[in-house]
């Protein structure tokens, strides 16, 4: 019978030492506390709301800088800065920022529908040209209507929602306008709701709060290490 051979002090010193800075280190028993994962939840709150926050308010008053989503990429990166201050584990910093990048890249589009959702105004407009369709390699295979106002002035964008395999140049779509012009038109989709657009958003919104409340919690440290022979208990997580 073979007996197992023990891990060396120094290994096993390493092999904990990659687990902590990998995952967090955890250092409670039982349930975290409870302030702990106030902590995580307030900080995944705010990083999506200012992903998204910084986002809509781009799309409303018109600043192209934020309405592209550039702002919340600006937020991804303070909320990552933020857990490795805290220092919580590389592993899940990574999670949380590539769920905000998700994040980010999608609000665009919601923007822009909440904007014409609240002073959208809905006119008629006529189809000159049908591009697309499923085996068409641009427009993931969508329908684009290249389309004119009723002055016959072209539109700068192609509307895709409302235009199908049935539509021919002649026919009249149905365009949403931002009474103030600060986000292109759209087509308008029947059955679509206001609230709609937000929904899109909720899956990577709820996945980036609850990495973060993860990466809070496992980041809780009993002690750290200090100058002395002993080492004092840690005020906060990031101690």
């Known amino acids: 019978m073979h007996r197992r051979r023990p891990v060396p002090p120094l290994e096993a010193r ?5 687990r902590s ?20 939840l307030l900080a995944g709150c705010v990083g999506a709301g200012a992903i998204v926050g910084s986002t ?4 409303w008053y018109g600043l192209p800088g934020l309405a592209d989503g550039e702002g919340g990429l600006v937020s991804v990166a303070a909320l990552a800065l933020y857990l490795c201050m805290v220092r919580a584990g590389r592993a899940l910093i990574g999670i949380v920022a590539v769920l ?6 999608q609000a665009p589009q919601t923007a822009v529908g909440l904007v ?24 993931h295979g969508r329908y684009l209507c290249s389309v004119a106002d009723s002055d016959g002035v072209p539109l700068r964008v192609r509307i895709w929602r409302g235009c199908g395999q049935a539509t021919r140049p002649g026919d009249t779509l149905a ?7 600060r986000v292109p038109p759209r087509g308008v989709e ?6 709609g657009p937000l929904r899109d958003l909720g899956g990577w919104a709820t996945a980036l709060v609850a990495a973060c409340v993860v990466a809070v919690v496992r980041s809780y440290r009993l002690y750290r290490p200090t100058a002395g022979p002993q080492a004092r208990p840690a005020c906060d997580p990031g101690s």
């Open 56 to 59: 809509v308010a781009g799309a």
């Open 100 to 105: 905000g990048v998700c994040l980010a890249l």
């Open 190 to 195: 029947g059955g679509a709701s206001g609230s």
């Open 14 to 18: 390493l092999s904990a030492h990659l």
């Open 175 to 181: 365009v949403v306008y931002d009474s103030k012009g």
């Open 116 to 139: 014409l959702a609240e002073r959208g105004q809905v006119e008629s407009v006529v189809v000159t040209s049908v591009e697309g369709g499923p085996g068409s390699v641009s427009g």
């Open 21 to 40: 800075t990998v995952w967090g280190p955890a250092e409670f028993i039982g349930l975290p506390p409870r302030w702990l994962v106030a902590e995580g």
